[in-house]
Protein backbone atom coordinates (compact mmCIF):
# COMPACT_ATOMS: atom_id res chain seq x y z
CA UNK A 1 0.00 0.00 0.00
CA UNK A 2 1.43 3.39 -0.54
CA UNK A 3 1.30 6.40 1.34
CA UNK A 4 -1.61 7.72 -0.14
CA UNK A 5 -3.70 4.75 0.16
CA UNK A 6 -2.78 4.38 3.72
CA UNK A 7 -3.74 8.11 4.25
CA UNK A 8 -6.74 7.26 2.87
CA UNK A 9 -7.41 4.61 4.88
CA UNK A 10 -6.76 6.11 7.86
CA UNK A 11 -9.15 8.42 7.39
CA UNK A 12 -11.86 6.07 6.22
CA UNK A 13 -11.15 4.23 9.57
CA UNK A 14 -11.46 7.49 11.47
CA UNK A 15 -15.07 8.49 12.47
CA UNK A 16 -13.70 11.77 12.34
CA UNK A 17 -12.89 12.09 8.77
CA UNK A 18 -12.10 15.12 7.38
CA UNK A 19 -15.16 16.39 6.26
CA UNK A 20 -17.43 14.95 8.92
CA UNK A 21 -14.44 16.56 11.27
CA UNK A 22 -15.44 19.12 14.17
CA UNK A 23 -15.26 21.38 11.27
CA UNK A 24 -16.13 24.80 13.05
CA UNK A 25 -12.94 25.58 14.36
CA UNK A 26 -10.92 24.32 11.23
CA UNK A 27 -13.49 25.43 8.75
CA UNK A 28 -12.38 29.14 9.69
CA UNK A 29 -8.57 28.54 8.85
CA UNK A 30 -8.71 26.31 5.73
CA UNK A 31 -10.36 25.39 2.56
CA UNK A 32 -8.08 22.23 2.16
CA UNK A 33 -8.42 18.59 3.50
CA UNK A 34 -6.19 18.26 6.45
CA UNK A 35 -6.29 15.58 9.00
CA UNK A 36 -6.48 16.53 12.46
CA UNK A 37 -6.77 14.79 16.04
CA UNK A 38 -9.25 12.99 18.13
CA UNK A 39 -8.62 11.75 21.16
CA UNK A 40 -11.73 9.83 21.01
CA UNK A 41 -10.33 7.96 18.23
CA UNK A 42 -7.27 7.76 19.55
CA UNK A 43 -8.86 5.94 22.66
CA UNK A 44 -10.26 3.25 20.05
CA UNK A 45 -8.30 0.33 20.09
CA UNK A 46 -9.05 -2.12 16.79
CA UNK A 47 -8.49 -5.93 16.33
CA UNK A 48 -6.40 -4.95 13.33
CA UNK A 49 -3.13 -6.36 12.76
CA UNK A 50 -0.22 -4.72 12.53
CA UNK A 51 1.90 -4.15 9.39
CA UNK A 52 5.38 -4.04 9.84
CA UNK A 53 6.52 -2.10 6.86
CA UNK A 54 10.08 -2.29 5.58
CA UNK A 55 9.54 0.06 2.37
CA UNK A 56 10.52 3.60 3.51
CA UNK A 57 12.46 5.53 0.90
CA UNK A 58 12.66 9.22 0.04
CA UNK A 59 10.92 9.61 -3.35
CA UNK A 60 12.83 11.25 -6.24
CA UNK A 61 10.57 14.40 -6.12
CA UNK A 62 11.91 15.13 -2.70
CA UNK A 63 15.69 14.56 -3.06
CA UNK A 64 17.72 17.61 -2.67
CA UNK A 65 14.79 19.45 -0.65
CA UNK A 66 17.19 20.02 2.27
CA UNK A 67 20.18 21.53 0.07
CA UNK A 68 21.38 24.71 1.35
CA UNK A 69 19.03 24.44 3.99
CA UNK A 70 19.42 23.51 8.24
CA UNK A 71 17.17 22.06 10.42
CA UNK A 72 16.94 22.23 14.30
CA UNK A 73 14.64 20.48 16.64
CA UNK A 74 14.27 21.06 19.91
CA UNK A 75 12.84 18.08 22.10
CA UNK A 76 10.67 18.44 25.18
CA UNK A 77 10.07 14.63 25.97
CA UNK A 78 10.53 11.33 27.28
CA UNK A 79 13.63 8.68 26.01
CA UNK A 80 10.77 7.70 23.52
CA UNK A 81 10.26 11.74 22.55
CA UNK A 82 14.26 11.66 22.06
CA UNK A 83 14.93 8.81 20.06
CA UNK A 84 12.20 10.31 17.62
CA UNK A 85 14.13 13.11 17.12
CA UNK A 86 17.20 10.88 16.19
CA UNK A 87 14.88 9.67 13.68
CA UNK A 88 13.54 12.99 11.82
CA UNK A 89 17.22 14.31 11.66
CA UNK A 90 17.86 10.74 9.98
CA UNK A 91 14.93 11.80 7.83
CA UNK A 92 16.24 15.42 7.30
CA UNK A 93 19.64 14.73 6.80
CA UNK A 94 18.37 12.23 3.89
CA UNK A 95 16.54 14.88 2.62
CA UNK A 96 19.94 16.36 2.07
CA UNK A 97 19.53 19.30 5.28
CA UNK A 98 22.30 19.79 7.45
CA UNK A 99 21.92 20.07 11.11
CA UNK A 100 22.39 23.36 13.20
CA UNK A 101 22.42 24.40 16.71
CA UNK A 102 21.33 27.52 16.18
CA UNK A 103 17.32 28.60 15.93
CA UNK A 104 18.46 31.63 14.20
CA UNK A 105 20.71 29.87 12.17
CA UNK A 106 17.85 27.30 10.99
CA UNK A 107 15.63 27.21 7.84
CA UNK A 108 13.12 24.96 9.75
CA UNK A 109 12.52 24.70 13.18
CA UNK A 110 10.80 21.48 14.74
CA UNK A 111 9.28 21.40 18.16
CA UNK A 112 8.99 17.88 19.44
CA UNK A 113 6.90 18.12 22.41
CA UNK A 114 5.70 16.35 24.98
CA UNK A 115 1.87 16.36 26.85
CA UNK A 116 2.48 14.71 29.77
CA UNK A 117 1.85 17.25 32.45
CA UNK A 118 0.95 21.37 31.87
CA UNK A 119 3.97 22.73 32.79
CA UNK A 120 5.48 20.88 29.69
CA UNK A 121 3.29 22.15 27.61
CA UNK A 122 3.20 25.60 28.59
CA UNK A 123 7.15 25.68 27.80
CA UNK A 124 5.86 25.23 24.63
CA UNK A 125 3.83 27.65 24.29
CA UNK A 126 6.66 30.09 25.71
CA UNK A 127 8.90 29.22 23.19
CA UNK A 128 6.12 29.36 20.45
CA UNK A 129 5.92 33.48 21.45
CA UNK A 130 9.53 33.46 21.12
CA UNK A 131 9.85 32.38 18.01
CA UNK A 132 6.94 34.21 16.41
CA UNK A 133 9.78 37.34 16.34
CA UNK A 134 12.35 34.75 14.38
CA UNK A 135 9.21 33.96 11.84
CA UNK A 136 8.52 37.73 11.32
CA UNK A 137 12.28 38.70 10.83
CA UNK A 138 12.54 35.20 8.54
CA UNK A 139 9.39 34.69 6.70
CA UNK A 140 11.06 31.55 4.78
CA UNK A 141 11.60 29.72 8.28
CA UNK A 142 9.39 27.04 8.12
CA UNK A 143 8.23 26.66 11.62
CA UNK A 144 6.56 22.94 12.92
CA UNK A 145 5.22 21.60 16.09
CA UNK A 146 5.47 17.41 16.75
CA UNK A 147 5.45 15.01 18.99
CA UNK A 148 2.67 14.74 21.91
CA UNK A 149 1.02 17.59 21.89
CA UNK A 150 -0.17 17.19 18.16
CA UNK A 151 -2.02 14.12 19.10
CA UNK A 152 -4.07 16.81 21.55
CA UNK A 153 -7.27 18.18 19.67
CA UNK A 154 -7.07 21.03 21.98
CA UNK A 155 -3.47 22.42 20.99
CA UNK A 156 -4.20 21.61 17.71
CA UNK A 157 -7.04 24.02 17.82
CA UNK A 158 -5.04 26.48 20.24
CA UNK A 159 -2.16 26.60 17.80
CA UNK A 160 -5.02 27.39 15.00
CA UNK A 161 -6.38 29.98 16.44
CA UNK A 162 -3.61 31.84 18.75
CA UNK A 163 -0.34 30.74 17.02
CA UNK A 164 -1.58 30.59 13.15
CA UNK A 165 2.21 31.39 12.29
CA UNK A 166 3.25 27.93 12.74
CA UNK A 167 3.57 26.39 9.24
CA UNK A 168 3.18 22.41 10.19
CA UNK A 169 1.73 20.53 12.83
CA UNK A 170 2.12 16.46 12.96
CA UNK A 171 1.69 13.37 14.94
CA UNK A 172 3.58 10.94 16.68
CA UNK A 173 2.31 8.44 14.19
CA UNK A 174 3.11 11.07 11.21
CA UNK A 175 6.73 10.73 11.60
CA UNK A 176 7.72 8.89 8.60
CA UNK A 177 5.28 11.42 6.72
CA UNK A 178 7.95 14.35 7.08
CA UNK A 179 9.02 14.84 3.69
CA UNK A 180 5.68 15.41 2.63
CA UNK A 181 4.89 17.58 5.30
CA UNK A 182 7.42 19.52 4.64
CA UNK A 183 6.68 19.70 0.82
CA UNK A 184 3.40 20.56 1.26
CA UNK A 185 4.42 23.41 3.73
CA UNK A 186 6.76 24.64 1.17
CA UNK A 187 4.25 24.73 -1.57
CA UNK A 188 1.11 25.83 0.69
CA UNK A 189 0.76 28.99 2.10
CA UNK A 190 -1.86 27.79 5.16
CA UNK A 191 -0.77 25.71 7.93
CA UNK A 192 -0.21 21.85 7.37
CA UNK A 193 -1.82 19.69 9.66
CA UNK A 194 -1.78 16.13 9.51
CA UNK A 195 -2.31 14.11 12.81
CA UNK A 196 -3.34 10.40 12.74
CA UNK A 197 -4.99 9.51 15.76
CA UNK A 198 -4.85 5.60 14.98
CA UNK A 199 -2.01 4.00 13.97
CA UNK A 200 -1.28 0.15 14.48
CA UNK A 201 2.34 0.32 11.80
CA UNK A 202 5.65 -0.58 12.74
CA UNK A 203 8.35 0.92 10.28
CA UNK A 204 11.22 -0.53 10.37
CA UNK A 205 13.57 1.45 8.41
CA UNK A 206 13.91 4.84 8.93
CA UNK A 207 16.98 6.43 8.70
CA UNK A 208 18.34 7.65 12.30
CA UNK A 209 21.21 9.90 13.74
CA UNK A 210 21.96 8.98 16.93
CA UNK A 211 23.18 11.58 19.40
CA UNK A 212 26.51 10.47 20.57
CA UNK A 213 28.33 6.80 19.63
CA UNK A 214 28.32 5.41 23.39
CA UNK A 215 24.76 5.08 24.51
CA UNK A 216 22.07 4.46 21.80
CA UNK A 217 18.25 3.80 22.56
CA UNK A 218 16.33 1.36 20.67
CA UNK A 219 12.92 0.58 20.48
CA UNK A 220 10.73 -2.39 21.13
CA UNK A 221 7.58 -1.39 21.28
CA UNK A 222 5.34 1.21 20.84
CA UNK A 223 1.96 2.89 22.35
CA UNK A 224 0.15 1.56 25.89
CA UNK A 225 -2.90 0.44 26.57
CA UNK A 226 -2.90 0.76 30.38
CA UNK A 227 -4.85 3.74 30.47
CA UNK A 228 -3.99 4.76 33.54
CA UNK A 229 -6.74 7.22 34.45
CA UNK A 230 -4.09 10.58 34.68
CA UNK A 231 -1.98 9.82 31.91
CA UNK A 232 -1.93 10.78 28.25
CA UNK A 233 0.15 8.42 26.89
CA UNK A 234 -2.29 6.03 25.52
CA UNK A 235 -3.77 8.71 23.37
CA UNK A 236 -0.95 10.34 21.98
CA UNK A 237 0.90 6.69 21.33
CA UNK A 238 -1.42 4.55 20.16
CA UNK A 239 -2.29 1.23 20.99
CA UNK A 240 0.94 -1.03 22.08
CA UNK A 241 2.21 -2.86 19.37
CA UNK A 242 5.88 -4.90 19.45
CA UNK A 243 8.58 -4.72 17.04
CA UNK A 244 9.92 -8.37 15.98
CA UNK A 245 12.74 -9.97 18.09
CA UNK A 246 14.90 -10.26 14.83
CA UNK A 247 14.32 -6.67 14.27
CA UNK A 248 15.54 -5.61 17.66
CA UNK A 249 18.52 -8.37 17.90
CA UNK A 250 19.84 -7.24 14.68
CA UNK A 251 19.66 -3.76 15.90
CA UNK A 252 21.46 -4.35 19.10
CA UNK A 253 24.00 -6.33 17.23
CA UNK A 254 24.50 -3.72 14.93
CA UNK A 255 25.30 -1.29 17.34
CA UNK A 256 27.61 -3.28 19.86
CA UNK A 257 29.22 -3.37 15.98
CA UNK A 258 30.11 -0.16 15.98
CA UNK A 259 31.29 0.24 19.25
CA UNK A 260 28.65 1.57 21.37
CA UNK A 261 28.70 0.57 25.20
CA UNK A 262 24.92 0.67 26.36
CA UNK A 263 21.97 0.78 24.80
CA UNK A 264 18.41 1.45 26.47
CA UNK A 265 15.22 -0.79 25.14
CA UNK A 266 12.58 1.86 24.83
CA UNK A 267 9.02 1.34 25.45
CA UNK A 268 5.97 2.92 27.65
CA UNK A 269 5.21 -0.47 29.43
CA UNK A 270 8.33 -2.73 28.40
CA UNK A 271 6.72 -5.27 30.29
CA UNK A 272 3.93 -5.70 28.15
CA UNK A 273 6.90 -6.33 24.99
CA UNK A 274 5.24 -9.80 22.87
CA UNK A 275 1.44 -9.83 24.58
CA UNK A 276 0.89 -9.19 20.72
CA UNK A 277 3.25 -10.82 18.78
CA UNK A 278 0.36 -13.91 18.75
CA UNK A 279 2.86 -16.14 16.04
CA UNK A 280 5.39 -16.27 18.88
CA UNK A 281 4.24 -18.71 21.25
CA UNK A 282 4.87 -16.26 24.81
CA UNK A 283 7.94 -15.04 23.83
CA UNK A 284 8.35 -11.45 26.04
CA UNK A 285 10.35 -9.53 27.99
CA UNK A 286 12.36 -12.06 29.95
CA UNK A 287 12.44 -13.84 26.34
CA UNK A 288 14.19 -10.68 24.98
CA UNK A 289 16.14 -9.77 27.29
CA UNK A 290 17.79 -14.03 27.19
CA UNK A 291 18.60 -13.18 23.95
CA UNK A 292 19.92 -9.88 23.97
CA UNK A 293 22.08 -10.62 26.96
CA UNK A 294 24.13 -12.65 24.78
CA UNK A 295 25.57 -9.78 22.09
CA UNK A 296 28.82 -8.52 22.95
CA UNK A 297 27.85 -5.32 24.52
CA UNK A 298 28.71 -4.33 27.91
CA UNK A 299 25.66 -2.64 29.40
CA UNK A 300 21.77 -3.49 28.97
CA UNK A 301 19.39 -1.35 30.04
CA UNK A 302 15.07 -1.05 29.56
CA UNK A 303 12.39 1.94 30.47
CA UNK A 304 9.70 1.94 31.54
CA UNK A 305 8.59 -0.88 33.50
CA UNK A 306 4.83 -1.26 34.43
CA UNK A 307 4.58 -3.39 37.79
CA UNK A 308 1.60 -5.18 36.75
CA UNK A 309 3.01 -7.31 33.51
CA UNK A 310 6.69 -7.91 35.65
CA UNK A 311 6.58 -11.64 35.44
CA UNK A 312 9.05 -14.04 37.50
CA UNK A 313 11.14 -15.14 34.18
CA UNK A 314 11.85 -11.72 33.40
CA UNK A 315 13.49 -11.51 37.20
CA UNK A 316 15.31 -14.80 36.62
CA UNK A 317 16.88 -13.37 33.26
CA UNK A 318 18.00 -10.27 35.45
CA UNK A 319 19.17 -12.33 37.91
CA UNK A 320 21.60 -13.61 35.67
CA UNK A 321 23.24 -10.35 35.59
CA UNK A 322 26.05 -9.66 33.09
CA UNK A 323 25.86 -7.23 30.74
CA UNK A 324 22.13 -6.63 32.13
CA UNK A 325 22.25 -3.85 35.01
CA UNK A 326 21.20 -3.90 38.10
CA UNK A 327 19.08 -0.73 38.18
CA UNK A 328 15.27 -1.12 37.61
CA UNK A 329 13.04 1.65 37.51
CA UNK A 330 9.55 1.12 38.72
CA UNK A 331 6.89 3.20 38.73
CA UNK A 332 4.76 3.05 41.62
CA UNK A 333 3.42 6.24 41.28
CA UNK A 334 0.96 6.24 44.71
CA UNK A 335 1.53 4.03 48.05
CA UNK A 336 -2.14 3.47 48.99
CA UNK A 337 -4.04 0.94 47.29
CA UNK A 338 -7.25 3.00 47.22
CA UNK A 339 -5.18 5.67 45.30
CA UNK A 340 -3.86 3.06 43.23
CA UNK A 341 -7.33 1.59 42.14
CA UNK A 342 -8.52 5.28 41.43
CA UNK A 343 -5.51 5.46 38.97
CA UNK A 344 -6.57 2.23 37.38
CA UNK A 345 -3.13 1.15 37.84
CA UNK A 346 -4.35 -2.36 38.97
CA UNK A 347 -1.70 -3.24 41.66
CA UNK A 348 -2.28 -3.18 45.42
CA UNK A 349 0.23 -1.56 47.56
CA UNK A 350 0.78 -5.62 48.91
CA UNK A 351 1.17 -6.88 45.52
CA UNK A 352 3.94 -3.98 44.75
CA UNK A 353 5.98 -4.77 47.96
CA UNK A 354 5.31 -8.49 47.39
CA UNK A 355 6.88 -7.85 43.75
CA UNK A 356 10.07 -6.19 45.34
CA UNK A 357 10.56 -8.50 47.60
CA UNK A 358 11.03 -11.51 44.88
CA UNK A 359 13.13 -8.82 42.87
CA UNK A 360 15.58 -8.65 45.72
CA UNK A 361 15.55 -11.96 46.79
CA UNK A 362 16.51 -12.53 42.93
CA UNK A 363 18.76 -9.41 42.66
CA UNK A 364 20.10 -8.86 46.01
CA UNK A 365 22.32 -5.97 44.68
CA UNK A 366 19.96 -3.99 42.81
CA UNK A 367 19.07 -0.19 42.76
CA UNK A 368 15.32 0.49 42.75
CA UNK A 369 13.67 4.15 41.10
CA UNK A 370 10.72 5.25 40.94
CA UNK A 371 7.78 7.41 39.92
CA UNK A 372 5.69 8.66 41.99
CA UNK A 373 2.27 11.22 42.00
CA UNK A 374 1.17 13.20 44.74
CA UNK A 375 -1.97 15.42 45.11
CA UNK A 376 -4.26 12.95 43.28
CA UNK A 377 -7.63 13.96 43.11
CA UNK A 378 -9.20 13.52 47.01
CA UNK A 379 -5.86 12.06 47.85
CA UNK A 380 -5.84 12.63 51.38
CA UNK A 381 -3.15 12.73 54.00
CA UNK A 382 -3.16 9.40 55.38
CA UNK A 383 -3.36 7.82 51.44
CA UNK A 384 0.08 10.51 50.89
CA UNK A 385 1.48 9.09 54.29
CA UNK A 386 1.61 5.52 52.82
CA UNK A 387 3.40 7.09 49.83
CA UNK A 388 5.86 7.98 52.12
CA UNK A 389 5.64 4.63 54.16
CA UNK A 390 6.03 2.87 50.87
CA UNK A 391 8.84 4.29 49.72
CA UNK A 392 10.91 3.73 52.90
CA UNK A 393 9.93 0.43 52.73
CA UNK A 394 11.25 -0.28 49.66
CA UNK A 395 14.33 1.51 49.89
CA UNK A 396 14.13 3.19 47.14
CA UNK A 397 17.19 5.43 45.99
CA UNK A 398 15.60 7.90 43.51
CA UNK A 399 12.71 8.89 42.74
CA UNK A 400 11.09 11.34 40.02
CA UNK A 401 7.92 12.95 41.49
CA UNK A 402 4.56 14.90 40.17
CA UNK A 403 1.95 16.98 41.68
CA UNK A 404 -0.81 15.28 39.66
CA UNK A 405 -1.51 17.49 36.41
CA UNK A 406 -4.96 17.59 34.83
CA UNK A 407 -5.03 16.47 30.63
CA UNK A 408 -7.84 17.07 28.87
CA UNK A 409 -9.83 13.82 28.02
CA UNK A 410 -8.41 11.14 30.77
CA UNK A 411 -11.04 9.71 33.03
CA UNK A 412 -9.34 11.77 36.40
CA UNK A 413 -9.64 15.51 34.50
CA UNK A 414 -13.36 14.82 35.51
CA UNK A 415 -13.14 14.27 39.36
CA UNK A 416 -13.94 16.40 41.64
CA UNK A 417 -10.80 17.33 43.28
CA UNK A 418 -11.11 18.30 47.10
CA UNK A 419 -7.25 18.81 47.33
CA UNK A 420 -5.96 22.23 47.82
CA UNK A 421 -3.05 23.38 45.85
CA UNK A 422 -1.09 24.35 48.60
CA UNK A 423 -1.38 21.26 50.29
CA UNK A 424 -0.44 19.15 47.30
CA UNK A 425 2.86 21.46 46.87
CA UNK A 426 3.45 20.88 50.68
CA UNK A 427 3.03 17.08 49.72
CA UNK A 428 5.69 17.23 47.11
CA UNK A 429 7.62 19.24 49.39
CA UNK A 430 7.60 16.38 51.86
CA UNK A 431 7.96 13.67 49.41
CA UNK A 432 10.90 15.52 47.97
CA UNK A 433 13.25 15.83 51.26
CA UNK A 434 12.38 12.33 51.99
CA UNK A 435 13.87 11.27 48.48
CA UNK A 436 16.50 13.47 48.72
CA UNK A 437 17.97 12.17 51.93
CA UNK A 438 17.58 8.94 50.48
CA UNK A 439 19.37 9.80 47.50
CA UNK A 440 22.14 11.06 49.70
CA UNK A 441 22.19 8.24 52.43
CA UNK A 442 22.37 5.46 49.17
CA UNK A 443 25.32 7.47 48.08
CA UNK A 444 27.15 7.41 51.04
CA UNK A 445 27.73 3.72 50.47
CA UNK A 446 30.16 4.50 47.80
CA UNK A 447 32.63 6.36 49.96
CA UNK A 448 36.31 4.39 48.89
CA UNK A 449 34.45 2.09 46.91
CA UNK A 450 35.56 1.51 43.39
CA UNK A 451 33.11 1.90 41.03
CA UNK A 452 32.64 0.80 36.95
CA UNK A 453 31.79 4.18 35.06
CA UNK A 454 31.06 4.51 31.47
CA UNK A 455 32.54 7.80 30.88
CA UNK A 456 30.34 9.78 29.02
CA UNK A 457 32.35 12.96 28.02
CA UNK A 458 33.65 16.48 29.99
CA UNK A 459 31.09 17.36 33.35
CA UNK A 460 28.71 20.05 32.32
CA UNK A 461 29.74 21.94 34.84
CA UNK A 462 33.90 21.81 34.16
CA UNK A 463 35.92 21.14 31.24
CA UNK A 464 38.46 19.75 33.21
CA UNK A 465 36.69 16.51 35.12
CA UNK A 466 34.93 13.61 32.97
CA UNK A 467 31.64 12.37 33.55
CA UNK A 468 30.09 8.73 33.74
CA UNK A 469 27.62 6.72 35.00
CA UNK A 470 27.86 3.35 37.14
CA UNK A 471 26.08 0.00 36.32
CA UNK A 472 23.41 1.63 38.85
CA UNK A 473 22.74 5.10 37.03
CA UNK A 474 24.89 6.65 39.22
CA UNK A 475 26.86 10.25 38.16
CA UNK A 476 30.45 10.33 38.87
CA UNK A 477 32.72 13.09 38.09
CA UNK A 478 36.36 12.43 37.97
CA UNK A 479 39.68 13.81 36.80
CA UNK A 480 40.89 11.56 33.84
CA UNK A 481 42.63 11.60 30.41
CA UNK A 482 40.12 12.36 27.45
CA UNK A 483 40.97 8.91 26.47
CA UNK A 484 38.92 7.06 28.63
CA UNK A 485 35.60 8.75 27.21
CA UNK A 486 33.62 5.97 25.37
CA UNK A 487 35.09 3.37 27.90
CA UNK A 488 34.50 1.77 30.74
CA UNK A 489 37.07 2.80 33.48
CA UNK A 490 37.30 2.27 37.49
CA UNK A 491 36.76 5.04 39.25
CA UNK A 492 37.41 5.06 43.13
CA UNK A 493 35.03 7.38 45.34
CA UNK A 494 36.54 9.93 47.10
CA UNK A 495 33.53 11.99 47.89
CA UNK A 496 29.77 11.54 47.65
CA UNK A 497 27.00 14.15 47.29
CA UNK A 498 23.06 14.17 47.29
CA UNK A 499 22.95 13.40 43.25
CA UNK A 500 26.70 12.55 42.21
CA UNK A 501 29.65 10.92 42.88
CA UNK A 502 33.40 12.46 42.68
CA UNK A 503 36.57 10.16 42.82
CA UNK A 504 40.01 8.84 40.91
CA UNK A 505 40.37 6.96 37.76
CA UNK A 506 42.11 4.12 38.81
CA UNK A 507 42.46 2.10 35.78
CA UNK A 508 41.62 2.29 32.34
CA UNK A 509 40.30 -1.21 30.80
CA UNK A 510 40.12 -1.84 27.02
CA UNK A 511 36.42 -1.68 25.48
CA UNK A 512 34.51 -5.07 25.12
CA UNK A 513 36.38 -6.84 21.91
CA UNK A 514 34.04 -6.25 18.58
CA UNK A 515 33.48 -9.01 16.73
N1 LIG B 1 5.06 4.73 30.79
C1 LIG B 1 5.66 5.14 31.94
C2 LIG B 1 5.56 6.59 32.30
C3 LIG B 1 5.23 7.61 31.34
S1 LIG B 1 4.98 9.19 31.96
C4 LIG B 1 5.09 4.37 33.11
O1 LIG B 1 3.98 3.93 33.09
O2 LIG B 1 5.79 4.28 34.06
C5 LIG B 1 6.22 9.36 33.20
C6 LIG B 1 5.67 9.67 34.53
O3 LIG B 1 4.97 10.89 34.50
C7 LIG B 1 4.69 8.68 35.07
O4 LIG B 1 5.29 7.57 35.64
C8 LIG B 1 3.93 9.49 36.09
O5 LIG B 1 4.56 9.44 37.34
C9 LIG B 1 4.02 10.90 35.55
N2 LIG B 1 2.75 11.35 35.01
C10 LIG B 1 2.05 10.85 33.97
N3 LIG B 1 0.89 11.52 33.80
C11 LIG B 1 0.86 12.48 34.77
C12 LIG B 1 -0.08 13.49 35.15
N4 LIG B 1 -1.22 13.64 34.49
N5 LIG B 1 0.23 14.29 36.19
C13 LIG B 1 1.38 14.13 36.87
N6 LIG B 1 2.30 13.20 36.56
C14 LIG B 1 2.05 12.37 35.53
FE1 LIG C 1 0.70 6.25 31.13
FE2 LIG C 1 0.06 4.20 32.65
FE3 LIG C 1 0.71 3.82 30.07
FE4 LIG C 1 2.58 4.55 31.80
S1 LIG C 1 1.42 2.62 31.84
S2 LIG C 1 2.25 5.39 29.78
S3 LIG C 1 1.49 5.88 33.21
S4 LIG C 1 -1.07 4.88 30.87
FE1 LIG D 1 5.73 13.10 27.00
FE2 LIG D 1 4.81 11.78 24.97
FE3 LIG D 1 6.91 10.89 26.24
S1 LIG D 1 3.60 12.76 26.52
S2 LIG D 1 6.51 11.55 28.31
S3 LIG D 1 6.80 12.76 25.10
S4 LIG D 1 5.33 9.67 25.31
Redesign the pocket.
Known sequence: MNEEQRLENQQVESTNSPDKKSTEDYSKYFDKVMTAPSLKDAKQRGKEEVKYQNDFAISEEFRGMGEGRKFYIRTYG?QMNEHDTEVMAGIFMALGYEPTESVEDANVILLNTCA??ENAENKVFGELGHLKVLKLEKPDLLLGVCGCMSQEESVVNKILKTYNFVDMIFGTHNIHRLPNILHDAYMSKEMVVEVWSKEGDVIENLPKVRRGKIKGWVNIMYG?D?F?T????PYTRGKERSRRPEEIIQEVRHLAAQGFQEVTLL???VNAYGKDLEDLFNYRLGDLMDDLRKIDIPRIRFT???PRDFDDHLIEVLAKGGNLMNHIHL?V?SGSTEVLKIMARKYTREQYLELIRKIKAAIPDVSLTT???VGYPNETDEQFEETLSLYKEVGFETA?T??????EG?P?AEMQDNVPMNVKKDRLQRLNSLVNESSAEAMKKYQDQIVEVLVEGESKNNPDVLAGYTSKSKLVNFKGPNSAIGKIVKVKITQTKTWSLNGEMIEQQEPVEVK
Open positions: CVRCKCYCIVGQNTSHPQDIIYFIYSPRTA
